[in-house]
Nanobody, 118 residues
Framework: QVQVVESGGGLVQPGGSLRLSCTAS????????MYWYRQAPGKEREFVAG????????NYVDSVKGRFTISRDNDKNTVFLQMNNLKPEDTAVYFC???????????WGQGTQVTVSS
């Protein structure tokens, strides 16, 4: 049974930091590309960051470059999103996703709320 579970969301002031975690099970974690997406109220879900199975390459949406860092620990089946210098426009539900397998499929977590407000 596949499970993808996010944690670490919350309320933070502008300029603050949060670290999101996503722990997965039920598939070979190291073979999957892991992603973070987010969805703000009234907006479509958007890509935030992705990291390949080895952790050797990651990419980001332009709006978070230099502020967010994605990383993974394959021994713990966990992917992280370190978010620094948070802005009100980062407020959203953040989703973790795993993509891989044959045929390719994509698993999603339930999301964790991040609110940036003073």
């Amino acid at each position: 049974q596949v499970q993808v579970v996010e944690s670490g969301g919350g309320l933070v002031q502008p300029g603050g930091s949060l670290r999101l975690s996503c722990t997965a099970s039920g598939f070979t974690f190291s073979n999957y590309v892991m992603y973070w997406y987010r969805q703000a109220p009234g907006k479509e879900r958007e890509f935030v960051a992705g990291i390949i199975g080895t952790g050797g390459y990651a990419n980001y949406v332009d709006s978070v470059k230099g502020r967010f860092t994605i990383s993974r620990d394959n021994d713990k089946n966990t992917v992280f999103l370190q978010m620094n210098n948070l802005k009100p426009e980062d407020t959203a539900v953040y989703f973790c996703s795993a993509r891989g397998g044959s045929p390719i499929h994509q698993y999603w977590g339930q999301g964790t709320q991040v609110t940036v407000s003073s």
